[in-house]
């Protein structure tokens, strides 16, 4: 009876502990596929172990029920009281474990924390160090191209900045610590005619005309860092000077030592001599001014004396010695009138016509009437015409005067030499506004000490009694009157290596108008260069 009391209790025992041996492997296995699945999952592992623990203890628990449960159905307690204390030390032994796995849980799970943290931040350093190598392999792939791009534009830049240091029309040139030469650009090397290599290491006081100019140059630069429009004087290779408008910036190291300069030069001698020249027009229209009233102021009382003498000549018989007293106040009292009348002509007081003029003829009729005299200093003449020049609008009996004036000037320089060679040149160029004559000697020349008066009045080479100092300041109205320039070399080609004693006038008349700045510049120096002639 009591057997069968007790029977539902072991059915359910049975089935229980069975049951438990069934969800504990079931459990152990899918903790196992989800470790196997994620190995690095440490909850995944963590259960796996759990599982097991559990399932052994399950095992240990379920199989002692059963056999104990078996054993007694088999009516054999004396078999289960022989194992029942083995089947609870291995039930203890299993439910440790399980407290074990569960008591280190905690521990774990902060190991875990700690090495997710950790491999968070490794992941993100691999995140970053990954960005890093994509930005460092793009940066390879275009660092080429960007060295490319940047090799081409300081190229640019620099080419751009040496064409401005070679093309420009000043000079510019740069100088050491020593005040040594470094560099300079092909207009500097024109200015001073000196090569390259001949400008290798030179000191600036080779190139200024006064060494003490260099003291003056280093210590502005050096005090203020730069110097602006300093008017300097340069000498040139051949010893001839320039005048130059200096603009110099000083080079600074770190520790601000002075490493050396950079400097600009204008060439101002052209802009001196118009300046010169300038004040010479100006003098010269003064002096006109007032030649002209003295001219009219004298030439009345000129005219009585003259008037009178002649009158007195008639009551005295010739040869005797008032009459030839008259004379010398006859003869003398006309040189004074034709000082006044070249005055009058200076000052361009007298009546010009206007016609259409071949220069060509002109200068065919002036040697024609003084070639004689020529000859017999034995000069010899030469032409050089050209045969389309065109005619232009003159007054020919003035243009005469001046050629007249020229040629006397060059019969004077070389008759003392013995003889020479007079050239008469014209010349025109097609598309352009300017006639150009040009009447060169092999005379003498002249000192440069004079080059600069030359146009003035009453200025002449000539001893006394050899010429008044008016006919080249007369050629001088007569050509400025025609709106043309005249200007001299002497000796004729500069002062370069192909240079030939004597002295050259050029002139050039315009087709109409006057010449502007144009035909001035067009190759040829300016009016009045101050290089000599003969004044008449």
Same mark, same amino acid.
């Not at 093309?167 to 005619?193: H, P």
């Not at 003259?306 to 003869?331: H, K």
């Not at 000192?447 to 146009?455: N, S, T």
């Given at each position: ?100 796995? =569960? ?37 390879? !792939? ?75 140059? $280093?210590? =502005?630069? #050096? ?57 010479? $027009? ?29 009158? =007195?000549?008639?009551?005295?018989? !010739? ?120 009447? $060169? ?43 043309? +320039? ?24 315009? +087709? ?7 035909? !001035? #510049? ?15």
């Amino acid at each position: 009876m009591d057997g069968i009391l007790f029977l539902p209790a072991i059915a359910l025992d049975i089935v229980g502990s069975s049951a438990n041996i069934v969800f504990s492997f079931l459990a152990w296995r899918y903790a196992r596929l989800l470790s196997r699945r994620q190995p690095d999952n440490f909850v995944w592992g963590y259960l796996y172990y759990v599982t097991f623990a559990i399932a052994a203890f399950a095992i240990s628990r379920a199989v002692g029920h059963l056999v104990k449960q078996f054993l007694l159905i088999a009516n054999l307690p004396d078999a289960w009281a022989a194992i029942s204390s083995y089947s609870g030390a291995g039930n203890t032994l299993f439910m440790v474990s399980v407290a074990a796995v =569960m008591i280190f849980y905690h521990k774990g799970v902060q190991a875990y924390e700690v090495l997710e943290h950790e491999a968070g931040k490794l992941k993100i350093a691999n995140r970053n160090l990954g960005t890093a190598a994509r930005e460092l392999r793009d940066l390879n !792939q275009t660092l080429e191209q960007k060295v490319e791009a940047r090799t081409e534009e300081l190229s640019r830049s620099e080419r751009k900045f040496r064409h401005l240091f070679s093309a420009s029309k000043d000079m510019v040139f740069f100088s050491d610590a020593g005040n040594r030469l470094v560099d300079m650009n092909d207009s500097g090397f024109e200015m001073l005619g000196y090569s390259r290599e001949e400008t290798a290491g030179l000191h600036l006081s080779q190139l200024f005309s006064d060494p003490g100019d260099v003291g003056m140059f $280093s210590r =502005m630069l #050096a005090r203020d860092g730069y110097i602006k429009d300093m008017n300097l004087v340069f000498a040139r290779k051949d010893g001839t000077v320039i005048t130059v408008l200096l603009s110099a910036t000083a080079l600074f190291g770190e520790g601000r030592e002075m490493l050396g300069s950079e400097v600009i030069a204008k060439d101002l001698t052209r802009v001196k001599i118009m300046m010169e020249q300038l004040a010479a $027009s100006e003098k010269m229209a003064s002096v006109g001014q007032m030649a002209a009233g003295v001219a009219h102021e004298i030439n009345t009382p000129l005219g009585i004396i003259l008037g009178y003498a002649q009158l =007195m000549m008639d009551e005295f018989t !010739q040869g005797s010695e008032p009459y030839q007293n008259l004379q010398v106040i006859e003869r003398q009292t006309k040189a004074s009138r034709k000082i006044v009348a070249d005055l009058l002509k200076f000052s361009r007081m007298s009546v010009s016509t206007r016609e259409e003029v071949n220069l060509n003829e002109i200068l065919v009729d002036v040697v024609s009437v003084t070639e004689h005299c020529l000859a017999l200093s034995h000069i010899t003449l030469r032409f050089d015409l050209e045969q389309s020049l065109p005619v232009i609008t003159g007054d020919p009996e003035k243009l005469r005067q001046v050629f007249v004036n020229l040629i006397n000037n060059a019969h004077y320089a070389m008759q003392d030499m013995g003889g020479g060679e007079l050239l008469m040149r014209t010349r025109f160029k097609e598309g352009s506004r300017p006639v150009v004559i040009e009447i $060169s000697d092999t005379g003498h020349g002249i000192p440069e000490k004079d080059h600069a008066r030359i146009f003035d009045p009453f200025f002449t080479t000539k001893p006394v009694g050899k010429g008044t100092g008016l006919g080249l300041s007369v050629s001088y109205g007569i050509v400025h009157e025609h709106g043309g +320039l005249i200007e001299i070399e002497s000796p004729v080609g500069g002062t370069g290596s192909g240079t030939v004693p004597g002295t050259l006038f050029r002139i050039r008349f315009p +087709l109409r108008g006057k010449i502007g700045k144009e035909e !001035q #510049a067009e190759g040829t120096r300016p009016l009045l260069e101050n290089n000599g002639g003969n004044n008449g």
